[in-house]
């Protein structure tokens, strides 16, 4: 297949065109100690991603030393729904994904 010029890449010598698999939207987390306030681990975060067909995967994101490990994790469509995270502006518990 012929791709326009401008979303091909270059690996290793070979050349590799930028695919589109679907767009969305995001939400991103740190944890906090609950008594302190503080971050748990620089770099320890958590990624939602929310395809516009409505597929959510999540992205755990742990911090090495001079790397970070992403996790693909399995959730099940009911968890990620219940799952609440604090939004430090309205100060009070949030959905992952407001409506």
Do not use: C, W
């Amino acid at each position: 297949m012929e791709y326009p010029k401008e979303v091909i890449a270059e690996s290793k010598g070979k050349k590799e065109a930028r695919v589109l698999v679907e767009r969305g939207k995001y939400v991103k987390y740190t944890y906090v100690d609950a008594s302190t306030g503080k971050l748990v681990k620089k770099g320890k975060e958590s990624i939602f991603l929310k395809s516009d067909e409505g597929k959510i995967e999540h992205l755990f994101i742990i911090p090495l030393q001079k790397r970070f490990l992403l996790i693909k994790e399995k959730e099940t469509e009911e968890s990620v729904k219940k799952r609440k995270i604090f939004d430090q502006n309205k100060k009070k518990a949030v959905p992952l994904f407001e409506e």
